[in-house]
Each structure stands twice: as structure tokens, then as C-alpha cells.
């Protein structure tokens, strides 16, 4: 196939972009190169004769149009976004920006080029979201494709309108919409400012490492490798207008997932102290959500998938990547708003 992903250059758009041209699909990996994003994510295929990268901002309508008329995909991955909701909390007019004006931008465009193609039926537009669109779970339940929305932070808000914004061109237009809601990703190349990364760092740096309240909000985390695979896997065998959600069935607290950092860094670099001293817990975050699940059952039946790697197993294995890649870290932690804490403007 021919895809054209969008922020290909970020943390999940580049685990795709690699899984794709593994399996032999010709992508061109379109990215604006904001602060999350880096070229050096896809250094490995980018000598590939199955490769081509098109810097271009999904708001930018014009250069859409030229691009995904150029390039003629076959489907069109989405996944460009802002994503951190500390900064949506600081800043939610980006998130709004390109998370709702971006992604209807693009619509429009995918439409435009759909239309002009005679309406092909084998053309996907494929959105890719998150589960905290549905908001907040308690102790129990999880949340499946019919849970109602319930965004509680800009960014979720966010994320939600572009969702509802892919299935009413689905439903007006008729153009082939697939959505896909995914829970905690982690692992390689995930931009240094999220939970996992920023324990890392700090905790090699000698640094305290901050944990919201008590650390007791429960994740369920998801390998990004696995997660491309999934993506992959929709976009090859899921049903038109259909919803799947894609977890991990790694539910943890945050604060098991600092402890078990900590351990494993103690493990593979020993320090003079145990890493689990440096944990300092800090103000929690305004609305911050308890508890996410994903109940997985609708992509195992129907198309066969289930995360392959245990969350020990990725966990071990992100911290060794992380080790192993200090100048791709490094140069990262000097942008903006990177090893500050930000979301307390609220």
C-alpha cells in the first residue's frame, strides 16, 4: 500500500512509519517538525527507496492538497496531535488548533483527493486517538467502544471533537473512516517529557522525580511497538465506520511503574543509593483522571490481535534503549518547557 502518515516524525507516527516500510508499504511521512517531533526517529528507513518525507502542518490546507495529490495514498494514517496535557492546560488554543482545526483540515483534503479518485473503495482514512476521551473509570468497569465521551482535560476535549469530526464526514460525506482509541503508550524514542521517560532521566541524573499526588492513578500501558502493529492491522483488516479500541492489558499505578524504574535502573546502572529515594511527591495535576482500562475484546475477536510484550518486558527494554541512546535524549531535553514542570497554570 501507499500511506501517507501524518506526524510521522513523533513518538507512535514513527513506530509506524518503520513498521510500514518493513512490511514493504510505501509511506510518506508528513510531520510540521514542532518540538516533540525528530527527524532522527526515523534515521533507520530514511535512506529507503520506500521512504519520502513531506514537511507540512495539517493546518496548512494548500500544501495538502499538493502533497497527498503527489503522493496518491491509499490510505491516510492519522496521527499528528499535540499530546501533553500538562502543556493543554498551560496552552489549550494549540490544542485546539491543530487537534480539532488540523484534523478537519485534513478531512477536507482526504475528501477532496477521495472525490477526485472516482471514490475508491479501497481508501482509508484511519484517525488515531486515545482513551481519555472517555474520561475518568473508578475501581472497576473498563472502557469499551460504546463508553460515552467524557473528556476532562483541553487536550482530551481536544482529541474527542476530532474524533466525532472523522465519524460525521464518515456519516455525511461517506468517506471510509476508521477511528482507533489506544491506551498508554509507551517505550523507544518517546519524547522526554512524558511519565517513563522523564523517571528515566531524572532518576540517572541524580535528580528528584516527581510523582503527582500519590501516585496512585492507574494506566494501562502499551508497548508503541505493539501499537503499531495493531495500527497496522486495523488499517489492513478493520470494518468501515467501525471503532477499535487497543490496549495493552498492562494495568498499572504510576507509582508501581517509578518504583519498578527505579529497580530496574538500580539492576543495569547501580548508583551509590537506590533510585527509589529520589521519588518526591508533588501537587497533583488539575483533573487529573483516576483510572483508565481498555476492555480489549472487540480487536482480539474480530481481527486476531493482542499486545505481544509484558509490561515488565517492555519496560526493561525501554530503559535499555534509553541507556543505550543518550545523544538522542540529550538534544531533546534542551527545547522548550522539557524538565519543568508545567499544568499548574489552572
Known amino acids: 500500500?501507499?500511506?501517507?502518515?501524518?506526524?510521522?516524525?513523533?513518538f507512535i507516527g514513527s513506530a509506524v512509519t518503520r513498521q510500514a516500510i518493513a512490511a514493504g508499504h510505501d509511506v510518506c511521512a508528513l510531520?510540521?517538525?514542532?518540538?516533540?517531533?525528530?527527524?532522527?526517529?526515523?534515521?533507520s528507513v530514511s535512506t529507503s527507496e520506500h521512504y519520502s518525507f513531506a514537511q507540512v502542518d495539517i493546518r496548512d490546507r494548500d500544501s495538502l492538497d499538493r502533497v497527498i495529490g503527489g503522493f496518491q495514498p491509499d490510505a491516510i494514517m492519522h496521527l499528528a496531535a499535540e499530546s501533553h496535557v500538562d502543556r493543554s492546560i498551560d496552552g489549550p488554543g494549540t490544542f485546539i488548533d491543530t487537534n480539532v482545526m488540523g484534523t478537519f483540515h485534513l478531512l477536507e483534503a482526504a475528501r477532496a483527493y477521495w472525490t477526485q479518485a472516482g471514490k475508491p473503495e479501497t481508501f482509508r482514512f484511519h484517525?488515531?486517538?486515545?482513551?481519555?476521551?472517555?474520561?475518568?473509570?473508578?475501581?472497576?468497569?473498563?472502557?469499551?467502544?460504546?463508553?460515552?465521551?467524557?473528556?476532562?482535560?483541553?487536550?482530551?476535549?481536544?482529541?474527542?471533537a476530532s474524533d466525532h469530526l472523522a465519524r460525521a464526514w464518515a456519516e455525511t460525506y461517506g468517506l471510509p473512516v476508521i477511528v482507533t482509541n489506544c491506551s498508554n503508550n509507551y517505550g523507544p524514542f518517546q519524547?522526554?517529557?512524558?511519565?517513563?521517560?522523564?523517571?528515566?532521566l531524572r532518576a540517572l541524573a541524580g535528580e528528584d522525580i516527581p510523582v503527582y499526588g500519590a501516585g496512585e492513578n492507574v494506566r494501562d500501558?502499551?508497548?508503541?511497538?505493539?501499537?503499531?502493529?495493531?495500527?497496522?492491522?486495523?488499517?489492513?483488516?478493520?470494518?468501515?465506520?467501525?471503532?477499535?479500541n487497543i490496549g495493552g492489558e498492562n494495568e498499572a499505578k504510576n507509582i508501581d511503574i517509578v518504583r519498578t524504574i527505579c529497580r530496574l535502573l538500580d539492576e543495569k546502572r547501580p548508583g551509590n543509593t537506590p533510585r527509589e529515594e529520589q521519588i518526591a511527591f508533588v501537587t497533583d495535576r488539575p483533573g487529573h483522571d483516576m483510572r483508565y482500562a481498555i476492555d480489549p475484546e472487540r480487536i482480539r475477536t474480530e481481527l486476531g490481535w493482542r499486545p505481544s510484550v509484558t509490561l515488565?518486558?517492555?519496560?526493561s527494554a525501554t530503559v535499555d534503549w534509553y541507556l543505550e541512546n543518550e545523544d538522542w535524549w540529550r538534544a531533546l531535553r534542551e527545547r522548550t518547557g522539557v524538565g519543568q514542570r508545567l499544568g499548574t497554570k489552572a
Open 312 to 315: 515488565e518486558e517492555g519496560l
Open 1 to 10: 500500500m501507499r500511506l501517507l502518515v501524518t506526524g510521522a516524525a513523533g
Open 127 to 160: 484517525h488515531v486517538s486515545t482513551d481519555e476521551v472517555y474520561g475518568s473509570l473508578g475501581e472497576t468497569g473498563m472502557f469499551t467502544e460504546d463508553t460515552p465521551y467524557d473528556p476532562r482535560s483541553p487536550y482530551s476535549a481536544s482529541k474527542a
Open 31 to 43: 510531520d510540521a517538525l514542532t518540538y516533540a517531533a525528530c527527524l532522527d526517529n526515523l534515521a
Open 221 to 244: 500501558w502499551l508497548y508503541v511497538e505493539d501499537h503499531a502493529d495493531a495500527l497496522l492491522t486495523v488499517l489492513g483488516k478493520g470494518a468501515l465506520g467501525r471503532t477499535y
Open 191 to 200: 519524547f522526554p517529557e512524558k511519565l517513563i521517560p522523564v523517571v528515566i
